[in-house]
T-cell receptor
Framework: QQQVKQSPQSLIVQKGGISIINCAYE??????FPWYQQFPGKGPALLIA?????SEKKEGRFTISFNKSAKQFSLHIMDSQPGDSATYFC???????????FGGGTRVLVKP | SQTIHQWPATLVQPVGSPLSLECTVE??????LYWYRQAAGRGLQLLFY??????ISSEVPQNLSASRPQDRQFILSSKKLLLSDSGFYLC??????????FGPGTRLTVL
């Protein structure tokens, strides 16, 4: 059972455009939602994260929007750059848990 | 600062051969340790995790096993590799559950 569903699987955006990736979860025990960025041949790295007590978090060009009632959260990449081309994974963690539940990943390609 | 190492970086092995991948973490004590596998173009599959020496939890029944002989060492093994074991193997560590830090990965090709 996939507890975190991520869409789309792939995304092509022009330089300067907005990339939007969506995730939905089922388990209300999740209380921390990180996003990881993975470049080809490298391990994923934490990009940005949010807790459900806030509806939005922004770090530079990256913004997480969180809708607790809908059990959905999304990543927006503003002014997308070719260097943002990577695979992005959303994830969720349960309170007092020790495992991340990952979404299936979204491959983003930013065309110059 | 904390660092995580994995070796080898790449490995090509014949079907039926044994496997040993090693992961070590520096700069922290008693971390949680994780092994993930990533098939080409696919997501992250958690294979094993460990909260302490000798404590291993298996997430997916399969041809692999894990061991944690020391606090900051995590080993992934197989007695006989299958073609389906090919993939990108990632080790990760965490102190709190919130954030996991991934290693550089091992690319395994089974022929």
């Amino acid at each position: 059972q996939q507890q975190v569903k991520q869409s789309p699987q792939s995304l092509i955006v022009q330089k300067g455009g907005i990339s939007i990736i969506n995730c939905a979860y089922e388990n209300t025990a999740f209380d921390y939602f990180p996003w990881y960025q993975q470049f080809p041949g490298k391990g994923p790295a934490l990009l940005i994260a949010i807790r459900p007590d806030v509806s939005e978090k922004k770090e530079g060009r990256f913004t997480i929007s969180f809708n607790k009632s809908a059990k959905q959260f999304s990543l927006h990449i503003m002014d997308s750059q070719p260097g943002d081309s990577a695979t992005y994974f959303c994830a969720a963690v349960k309170a007092a848990g020790n495992k991340l539940t990952f979404g299936g990943g979204t491959r983003v390609l930013v065309k110059p | 600062s904390q660092t995580i190492h994995q070796w080898p970086a790449t490995l090509v092995q014949p079907v039926g051969s044994p496997l040993s991948l090693e992961c070590t973490v520096e700069g922290t004590s008693n971390p949680n340790l994780y092994w993930y596998r990533q098939a080409a173009g696919r997501g992250l599959q958690l294979l094993f995790y460990s909260v302490g020496i000798g404590q291993i939890s298996s997430e997916v029944p399969q041809n692999l096993s894990a061991s944690r002989p020391q606090d900051r060492q995590f080993i992934l093994s197989s007695k006989k590799l299958l073609l389906s074991d090919s993939g990108f193997y990632l080790c990760a560590w965490s102190v709190t559950a919130d954030t996991q830090y991934f290693g550089p990965g091992t690319r395994l090709t089974v022929l």
